[in-house]
């Protein structure tokens, strides 16, 4: 069993920054990060490799969002900047045991294990 517990999360302007951690009780094959705004379905963000580092992003935050991993911390970040009011949402960190191409890992079935979620608020 693997447990996530995210932080991070909060009240920004537009075109601020905030940074959410996930702190992993034990490292999973890929970590992904997914969100969801109120009445609306969970929508894959970003993913990553744990071990090759490699990444795969939801293309409304490319160039905007990082996703990266800290091996003796065990815990992966999302780092986002120039935030919009359409990334309001509550942010959840997930673990996958298996992984194929990282352009698979978009689909939250594929995920192992859950985070409790943070609230990301962007204000206009």
């Known amino acids: 069993q693997v447990q996530l517990v995210e932080s991070g999360g909060g009240l920004v302007q537009a075109g601020g920054s905030l940074r959410l951690s996930c702190a992993a009780s034990?490292?999973?094959?890929?970590m992904g990060w997914f969100r969801q705004a109120p009445g609306k379905e969970r929508e894959f963000v970003a993913a990553i490799n744990w071990s090759s580092g490699s990444t795969y992003y939801l293309d409304s935050v490319k160039g905007r969002f990082t996703i990266s991993r800290d091996n003796a911390k065990n815990t992966v970040y999302l780092q986002m900047n120039s935030l919009k009011p359409e990334d309001t949402a509550v942010y959840y960190c997930?673990?996958?045991?298996?992984?194929?191409?990282?352009?698979?890992?978009?689909?939250?079935?594929?995920?192992?294990?859950w985070g409790q979620g943070t609230q990301v608020t962007v204000s206009s």
């Open positions: 997930a673990g996958a045991l298996t992984v194929q191409a990282m352009s698979l890992m978009s689909n939250p079935r594929r995920y192992n294990y």
């Open positions: 034990r490292r999973s094959n890929a």
